[in-house]
């Protein structure tokens, strides 16, 4: 059972424009959630993450927006840039747990 | 956030062997983990690293298989027991606690493993 969905696994975007991804999840006890993100040969990097008493979380140019009735988030990049060209995976976490149960992943490109 | 570095970076190994994977963090820290990548897959917490005791492993995982060490607040150990083609994937350890800045884990730069 896949509690943490990405059901894109690639997008396209021209740089300069808004980079969206997006991340679906089941469990409704998941209370903290977070985006990494993974260059090749590297281990995944910490973006952004949102509490589930926000509903948004900015951090320069990237946003991530919560919509707990559902059970939905995503990733705002603007403007997007060729370096952000890597795979994204969203993770949640339940009750101040350190277990992540992440997503797939989603492969960003960004074109110059 | 902490720097953590692991090794090897990769290897190649034949059925039936062990591999050990070891992960080095650049402060101390609370809590560490271990991670595996299948090809095309998420990652998957395999188990706790605790100091001092035994880890606490995931469903699915079993401490015959993956012996984990952890015999201070800043190295850990995975050993890959008895491998076989499925258990091709990156290995990654992670790290949360006051040397990475807070409660989010940081990781490591993995370890692909390919076994034959």
């Known amino acids: 059972d896949q509690q943490v969905k990405q059901n894109s696994p690639s997008l396209s975007v021209q740089e300069g424009r808004i980079s969206i991804l997006n991340c679906d999840y089941t469990?409704?006890?998941?209370?903290?959630f977070l985006w990494y993100k993974k260059y090749p040969a590297e281990g995944p990097t910490f973006l952004i993450s949102?509490?589930?008493?926000?509903d948004k979380n900015e951090d320069g140019r990237f946003t991530v927006f919560l919509n707990k009735s559902a059970k939905h988030l995503s990733l705002h990049i603007v403007p997007s840039q060729p370096g952000d060209s890597a795979v994204y995976f969203c993770?949640?976490?339940?009750?101040?747990?350190?277990?992540?149960?992440f997503g797939t992943g989603t492969r960003l490109k960004v074109l110059a | 956030s902490a720097v953590i570095s692991q090794k090897p970076s990769r290897d190649i190994c034949q059925r039936g062997t062990s591999l050990t994977i070891q992960c080095q963090v650049d402060?101390?820290?609370?809590?560490m983990f271990w991670y595996r990548q299948q090809p095309g897959q998420s990652l998957t917490l395999i188990a706790t690293?605790?100091?001092?005791?035994?880890?606490?492993?995931e469903s699915g995982f079993v401490i015959d298989k993956f012996p984990i060490s952890r015999p201070n607040l800043t190295f850990s150990t995975l050993t890959v027991s008895n491998m076989s083609p499925e258990d091709s994937s990156i290995y990654l350890c992670?790290?949360?606690?006051?040397?990475?800045?807070?409660?989010?884990?940081?990781f490591g730069p993995g370890t692909r493993l390919t076994v034959l």
């Open positions: 993770a949640a976490t339940a009750g101040g747990t350190y277990k992540y149960i």
């Open positions: 469990n409704s006890m998941f209370d903290y």
């Open positions: 949102i509490s589930s008493i926000k």
């Open positions: 402060s101390q820290v609370t809590m």
């Open positions: 690293a605790n100091q001092g005791s035994e880890a606490t492993y």
């Open positions: 992670s790290s949360v606690g006051t040397g990475t800045g807070g409660d989010t884990q940081y």
